[in-house]
């Protein structure tokens, strides 16, 4: 018998009772905890119309794209591939933006996207980036292309914890027979429909990216109510069900089946029609950084020694003057400059766009009306030595879903390694969509809190997950990134908002491409429309 | 009716080793429970709550022996509790190896009856106490006293001296010896006052003797009811961060479980090993540098060190613990010959994966011998992307050998295997052979060109391997046929999922 191994189950058992509570606050006390607000700190002095500084030079360049996240990083990319070279990448406060990523020593993990669903025939943007980087590796054109299986998600994917027993798949499993299964059937079976739905003009119904689906006046109906309002009408009542399609929902969107659109709900699962010829459908593609590789990838080619220039900073007011764009930009070290380009590609979220272009009516973009909602979240990531003793039934999987949970679960980043044994070190990201309160509320209360206190919200899931000690004596850091403008919202109407619209028409000095503009914040959709603002760059 | 001191230190006495027995019996419970079933806060509870329980109802009997009987019946229940609490870890062992269904219903019956009896000792002994008129508050603090006092020395005993030392088998049998002694000593003292004491005397010396008897025979009694429990008296058993080791010796059969499926049979694993090595050894006379992955138990080795063409063998297996316990025990150094210590030899302790992915060493031939693919780590060394990792460390002209589980037994399983090899690009060519111990065995040698042909001859000897048996090796009979299956991709690992249903499937 091994002896310490039944002290240590003792002394577990012991902490998991409620007499303990304070077991878990000893226990993380000496934890060092670290908190990023990303983009804040430029993003309120924007907001609060900070005086501006002078510029200490100036630089000429052809193409000055604003923001490194997905989508100007796609941008940067296509312009590097055909070619081009006269161009800045302007990184802006948080390089990467939402598909950044960080790293305990040799362990990278993701402070944000961390999946990219296999890409169908209409991402052929993504397949071209896929292939580009060796990921996709034949029939880059072909319904099932094969692809890296470094990359392709390993089993076990996921796993769901109900009550106090983790259960594989993430749909609760329910006795045949019961309304539950029957909903539950009845409704994959309407998804699988509506997959192979087409509308009037040919297009599919629900395609990624949202630009190439169908415009159907009946399909468009569904963004007229909310998604619950749908699974109501449907008669989907299933709790069951019903929990999972919440968490869907939150999980892309940031907010509930009843505060999204019903066609959004609908595409999360209509849209993902991607096939592998080496994988299930429905797989996903991930990487121990969630898709940060995908950028640094963008990143090499585009701002790399073929590419174009990569500056630090982010711009503080761009205006038209004569046949130019002057962007007058902050260098993060208190000092300025301004970069004069013929053409400007804004991507960076629109709620910042609005501050820095001066004029965005003129556009046909009226703020108080087009600006999105914006979700707020919390990406926590939890640097553990061994890994933590589990409770009963399915083994740790990649993504791990508590049932009822506040949170949205917790990914594994060494899940990709291959590796007979656990790895002695392994980083769980956890990720929390704040849609109990209004947003504005949520960001105003995220604001007063301390790390200690983030670290207690962010600790939602695991800890139903873990008893403390069992958790705590593994846990070695932590690393807490706040995004209160995490994404947009798409409620019900989302489709046809016109500012949006008419700035993914913009076509002139100025061009706009950033994942707000499809409001469904999706790898795909942002780098869509920094591979279209490209194109017409290169046109 | 007898008064005085020496009865009273008599019966002190017996409160002090009725006690410890009392408690020596909850432990071995407990202990057993944990150790068979796993979850010792859980068993110990369970057992302790039942024990005391059983006790409380005991002590409540006790007031239904009539006054005149007390004495008779405290000897008789002392030999019950010696009988039953002496065999008692015998008992649990056996229905543990032999059929592990009931073992719970039989641990709590017994943990009951025990109780019971238990609880019933020391009422009995103040009431007889009481019979001698010793004063109530004297009598309740001596006996208390005492019975307290033989719980510690036992908890104290137990974990230091008797666990380790006696083992639980004999520790039990020789409390109930203790138990018999107390009956018959208190036979003895008292038999002025019994009215029968032949037949006590009698009864007692039986059960003493029966007792006696199985403490001699237990070394016998361990190892039949440890081969109920792994096959074979254990030689080695440690639990080392990745897996349970288990070597077995019965006679002249040693045997290795790794968490407790076989390994080898030192009495038929030549032919495993054999087959494992040969053919494609035999197939490469020109090779000099051979890569083990897993195999850490020296057997691939000796084989490949019999070719003097072979100047290096580097084996990866992830676990110190294994290769340690190979390079250093003499039973096993004299099965593998002490390959593992060979100058020819380097052993890294790595997980193979990461090896692979850091090293940049080309190998003649590479000799995968890793556990089934009966979980999803394992699994991922059955990959498409491990056998292309493979390939890159593996020469132009070598080949690579994978042993892949039964091919009839686990016939999905194994051609998901050959699948697998085929997708990553290796021309492949399966073979199988009967390894008494294991069943019908699979082996898949491939190879980047598509040049193997079974060998005709051996230039070395073998106790095996001729030139008719390896051309059957590379035939599959009309059972052994192949299935069409997936090749074992890391997205749903569908060789785990085959291996899983093929083996419930059969009868293991
Ligand atoms: C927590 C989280 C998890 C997610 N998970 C997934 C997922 O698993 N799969 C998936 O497909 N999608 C996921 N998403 C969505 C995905 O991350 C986004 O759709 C995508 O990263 C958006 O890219 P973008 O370029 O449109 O915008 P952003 O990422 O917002 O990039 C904007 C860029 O602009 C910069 N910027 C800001 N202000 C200025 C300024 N004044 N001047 C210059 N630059 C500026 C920012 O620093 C940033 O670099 C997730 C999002 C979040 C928040």
């Known amino acids: 018998m091994n002896t310490d191994w039944s002290r240590r189950r003792f002394l577990r058992t012991l902490c998991a009772l409620p007499l303990l509570p304070g077991c878990e606050r000893l226990a993380r006390r000496d934890l060092p905890v670290s908190v990023l607000w990303a983009g804040m700190e430029a993003g309120h002095a924007l907001r609060d119309g900070a005086p501006l500084p002078l510029p200490r030079e100036t630089l000429e360049t052809g193409v000055l794209i604003l923001g490194s996240g997905v989508a100007g990083s796609a941008c940067a990319w296509k312009l590097a591939r055909e070619g081009r070279r006269d161009f800045i990448l302007l990184a802006g406060p948080e390089a990467g933006g939402n598909a950044a990523a960080g790293e305990f020593g040799e362990l990278r993990f993701p402070r944000g996207a961390h999946y990219l669903p296999l890409p169908s025939l209409e991402s052929a943007h993504v397949r071209e980036l896929l292939a580009d980087m060796g990921v996709l590796q034949a029939g880059v054109g072909d319904l099932r292309p094969w692809y890296d299986e470094a990359c392709v998600v390993h089993a076990p994917a996921e796993r769901l914890l109900i009550d106090r027993r983790w259960q594989e798949d993430l749909l609760p499993h329910a006795p045949a027979g019961s309304d539950e299964a029957r909903d539950q059937a009845r409704f994959l079976q309407s998804m699988e429909q509506f997959k192979q739905a087409q509308g009037s003009d040919g297009r599919r119904a629900f395609a990624v990216p949202l630009a190439l689906s169908s415009t159907d006046a009946d399909l468009r109906g569904l963004d007229q109510l909310s998604f619950a309002a749908w699974l109501d009408r449907e008669n989907f009542r299933a709790p069951g069900l019903r929990w999972y399609l919440d968490y869907a929902c939150r999980d892309d969107y940031g907010a509930p089946a009843a505060g999204v659109s019903a066609w959004a709900g609908i595409a999360y699962f209509a849209g993902r029609a991607g096939q592998a010829a080496d994988a299930q459908p429905g797989a996903v593609l991930t990487w121990p950084d969630g898709l940060n590789p995908l950028l640094r990838h963008m990143h090499e080619v585009g701002v790399g020694a073929a590419g174009g220039r990569w500056l630090a900073g982010h711009a503080l007011r761009a205006v038209e003057r004569g046949n130019r764009m002057e962007v007058l930009c902050a260098d993060g070290q208190g000092g300025a400059f301004l970069v004069r380009a013929r053409r400007v590609v804004c991507a960076m979220p629109l709620m910042v766009a609005t501050r820095v272009l001066p004029d965005m009516a003129a556009l046909g973009f009226d703020p108080a009306r087009d600006l999105p909602q914006y979700a707020p979240w919390l990406v926590a990531n939890f640097l553990l030595e061994g890994f933590p003793a589990e409770m009963p039934g399915a083994e740790l999987a990649w993504d791990n879903v508590i049932y009822g949970g506040q949170g949205l679960g917790y990914v594994v980043s060494t899940h990709q390694q291959l590796r007979v044994a656990r790895p002695p070190q392994t980083v769980f990201t956890a990720y929390v969509a704040l849609s109990d309160q209004a947003p504005a509320a949520v960001r105003r209360r995220l604001l007063s809190l301390d790390a200690q206190q983030l670290l207690d919200e962010v600790l939602c899931d695991l800890r139903l997950a873990y008893t403390p000690i069992a958790l705590w004596r593994h846990v070695r850091a932590v690393e807490i990134t706040v995004r209160g403008h995490a994404m947009p919202i798409p409620l019900p109407g989302f489709l046809s908002n016109p500012g949006r619209l008419a700035l993914r028409g913009a076509d002139d000095r100025l061009l706009f491409a950033h994942g707000d503009l499809s409001c469904l914040s999706v790898f795909e959709e942002a780098a869509w429309w920094g591979y279209r603002a490209a194109l017409k760059l290169l046109a | ?508």
Not at chain 2, 88 to 94: G, W, Y
Not at chain 2, 255 to 278: C, K, M, P, T, V
Request: charged residues 15%; glycine residues 8%; neutral net charge.
């Open chain 2, 1 to 508: 009716m007898s008064t005085g001191p020496s009865y009273d230190r008599v019966l002190v006495v017996s409160v002090f080793v009725v006690a410890s027995c009392g408690l020596a019996y909850e432990l071995i419970a407990g202990a057993l429970a944990s150790y068979l079933l796993g979850d010792s806060v859980l068993q110990f509870s369970t057992v302790i709550g039942c024990y005391l329980f059983a006790m409380g109802l005991g002590s409540h009997l006790s007031r239904y022996v009539p006054e005149h009987l007390v004495l008779s019946r405290f000897i008789e229940i002392e030999l019950l509790v010696g009988l039953l609490g002496g065999a008692s870890a015998a008992l649990l062992f056996a229905v543990f190896g032999w059929a592990s269904q009931p073992f719970r219903g039989v641990l709590y019956a017994l943990v009951l009856a025990l109780g019971v009896l238990v609880g019933m000792e020391i009422p009995l002994v103040m009431r007889i106490m009481n019979q001698r008129r010793a004063e109530f508050r004297e009598l309740v603090a001596r006996v208390l006293t005492f019975d307290y006092l033989g719980a510690l020395a036992v908890a104290l005993l137990f974990p230091l001296v008797f666990a380790p030392r006696l083992g639980m088998l004999r520790t039990a049998l020789l409390f109930g010896m203790l138990n018999a002694g107390v009956a018959l000593w208190t036979t003895w003292h008292f038999r002025a006052e019994l009215a029968t004491t032949a037949d006590k005397v009698l009864r007692g010396t039986m059960v003493l003797g029966l007792l006696a008897g199985a403490f001699a025979l237990s070394d016998r009694f361990t190892a039949w009811t440890e081969k109920g429990i792994f096959g074979d008296e254990t030689l080695h058993a440690e639990t080392t961060p990745y897996q349970r080791l288990v070597v077995t010796r019965w006679h002249d059969d040693l045997r290795l479980y790794i968490n407790g499926n076989l390994q080898f049979s030192s009495r038929d694993e030549h032919r495993y090993h054999e087959a494992l090595i040969h053919p494609a050894l035999q197939a490469l006379p020109w090779a000099r540098t051979v890569l083990v992955l897993g195999g850490g138990d020296g057997l691939a080795l000796r084989e490949i060190l019999r070719y003097s063409n072979i100047e290096h063998a580097t084996l990866v297996d992830i676990d110190p613990a294994m290769t340690g316990l190979f390079a250093r025990s003499a039973e096993l150094v004299a099965l593998n010959g002490g390959s593992l210590s060979n100058p020819r030899v380097t052993v890294v302790n790595a997980d193979a994966g990461r090896w692979l992915e850091n090293s940049q060493q080309v190998f003649d031939a590479i000799i995968v011998d890793l556990p089934d693919p009966s979980n999803y780590g394992l699994g991922k060394l059955y990959s498409v992307p491990a056998y292309r990792l493979m390939a890159r460390h593996l020469a132009e002209k070598g080949y690579l050998v994978v042993q892949s589980t039964s091919p009839y037994y686990a016939p999905h399983a194994y051609w998901s295997v050959v699948q697998t090899l085929r997708e990553a690009d290796f021309h492949t060519w399966p073979y199988h052979a009967y390894v008494p111990s294991f069943g019908e065995w699979g082996f898949v040698l491939a190879g980047r060109r598509a040049d193997f042909e079974p060998p005709k001859s051996y230039r070395l000897s073998m106790k095996f391997l001729d030139a008719a048996s390896t051309a059957l090796m590379f035939q599959f009979p009309p059972d052994m046929q192949a299935v069409p299956v997936q090749a074992n991709r890391l997205n749903d690992q569908s060789l785990v999922r085959y291996f899983d249903q093929d083996w419930q499937r059969s009868i293991r």
